[in-house]
T-cell receptor, first 115, second 114 residues
Framework: AQKVTQAQTEISVVEKEDVTLDCVYE???????LFWYKQPPSGELVFLIR??????QNEISGRYSWNFQKSTSSFNFTITASQVVDSAVYFC????????????FGGGTRLMVKP | DGGITQSPKYLFRKEGQNVTLSCEQN?????MYWYRQDPGQGLRLIYY???????QKGDIAEGYSVSREKKESFPLTVTSAQKNPTAFYLC?????????????FGPGTRLTVL
């Protein structure tokens, strides 16, 4: 069985603060992929990043960075110098060796960035 | 532009009625999915289909039905057997066969039972 836990249900920060969204996962598979999605108020999920289980290099894309640590089964997401437009619900998800390419989603973290 | 369309955006249903939510994609994706999202919660899988004329139940299929007669279309019917259908419904699609393929999502349909 697979499980993704996002312990932070809501985070509120002031613009320009850095913020880290936590994601902890469980799987018995050795080959798996982790994803982050953003859900703005409009409702549509937007894909942000994918990371495979064999690549523990951290990744940076502009103000976004991701820290993948297999030792702690975590795939955390940091936004540097947050902006109001970053306000959204963020989901972490896991896909492992199973039929149907099914994603297991965490419960999501609602990020509110105040001006 | 390639993408996924869902209609309607908002849907109101009286108790005891069946309603059908539309999902269409022009991405030439093989697999399609339906998720349900309740306030403050994550996404739960209702049904998925990897190929035309074939589909499987997800975690919460009771009270729902689907069909996959065309590659581009995967409509979801919410039946009267679904006791608490008020929720946000998201359709997604992906290239089948590989766990590394991200899913692409439609804009969603918000269903309210009156």
């Amino acid at each position: 069985a697979q499980k993704v836990t996002q312990a932070q249900t809501e985070i509120s920060v002031v613009e320009k603060e850095d913020v880290t969204l936590d994601c902890v996962y469980e799987t018995r598979d050795t080959t798996y992929y982790l994803f982050w999605y953003k859900q703005p108020p409009s409702g549509e999920l937007v894909f942000l990043i994918r990371r495979n289980s064999f690549d523990e290099q951290n990744e940076i894309s502009g103000r976004y960075s991701w820290n993948f640590q297999k030792s702690t089964s975590s795939f955390n997401f940091t936004i540097t110098a947050s902006q109001v437009v970053d306000s959204a619900v963020y989901f972490c998800a896991l896909s492992a060796n199973n039929a149907g390419n099914m994603l297991t989603f965490g419960g999501g973290t609602r990020l509110m960035v105040k001006p | 532009d390639g993408g996924i369309t869902q209609s309607p955006k908002y849907l109101f249903r009286k108790e005891g009625q069946n309603v059908t939510l539309s999902c269409e994609q022009n991405l030439n994706h093989d697999a399609m999915y339906w998720y349900r999202q309740d306030p403050g919660q994550g996404l739960r899988l209702i049904y998925y289909s990897q190929i035309v004329n074939d589909f499987q139940k997800g975690d919460i299929a009771e009270g729902y039905s689907v069909s996959r007669e065309k590659k581009e279309s995967f409509p979801l019917t919410v039946t009267s057997a679904q006791k608490n259908p008020t929720a946000f419904y998201l359709c997604a699609s992906t290239l089948a066969g590989a766990i590394y393929n991200e899913q692409f999502f439609g804009p969603g349909t918000r269903l309210t039972v009156l």
